[in-house]
């Protein structure tokens, strides 16, 4: 089992450079020359308002994919660091990070940091995404905080591998997603 990880690892590796890369490249080229298409007879200042957004909504969603596959990382470090017996463990965990941390960071977890503010301590509104904020792609913020609160689950799971029980562990991923993100 210990001779199968490194070729896991370099399979991760090699899967994420040949897709994940060249999409991001693609998707950045297709909304910069979105940017710098220009209709005849349009003033061009409302124009720069809205090739800007395309332009920085794409620059947030590539960063996000980007803290999104620091799991990959986390996992290999995890898998490596740890015994072979442990390692369907550690995969497990590391997917209810992203399952659970999902489904408390809309509910609740997006709420408390971005909500109203109830004098300054904790968001009192926004729950369940509920009349989100009013920018022009109101997903934009939500998802790139979202990756940010399970890379915070996934450095406890790394904290905790090989120590707690399976079962005891989605309880910290609701407490550190919902509540200390």
């Keep these: 089992m210990s001779t199968m990880l490194p070729a896991i690892q370099k399979s ?3 899967r994420f450079i040949s ?3 060249p999409l991001c490249a693609s998707l950045l080229v297709v909304t910069a020359a979105q940017a710098e298409q220009k209709p005849a007879g349009q003033d061009p200042a409302p124009l720069q308002q809205e090739t800007a957004d395309p332009f ?14 620091m799991q990959v990382g986390f996992l290999a470090y995890e898998t490596g660091s740890g015994r072979a017996k442990n390692v369907r463990n550690i995969l497990l965990k ?6 659970i941390a999902a489904l408390v960071w809309w509910a609740v977890g997006y709420a408390f940091a971005y909500g109203t503010s109830a004098k300054g301590v904790i968001g009192t509104s926004m729950f369940f995404y ?10 934009r913020p939500w998802f790139f905080s979202w990756t940010f609160a399970i890379a915070c689950c996934t450095i406890i799971s790394g904290c905790l591998a090989e120590r707690t029980a399976l079962a005891a562990y989605p309880a910290a991923t609701l407490l550190i997603s919902g509540v200390v993100h």
């Design 12 to 14: 991760l590796q090699t």
């Design 19 to 21: 897709v994940v890369l």
């Design 56 to 69: 920085a909504t794409s620059l947030v969603i590539v960063n996000g994919f980007l803290v999104f596959f």
């Design 94 to 99: 590391n997917l209810l990070d992203v399952m």
């Design 130 to 139: 509920e009349g989100g904020p009013k920018f022009a792609s109101p997903g």
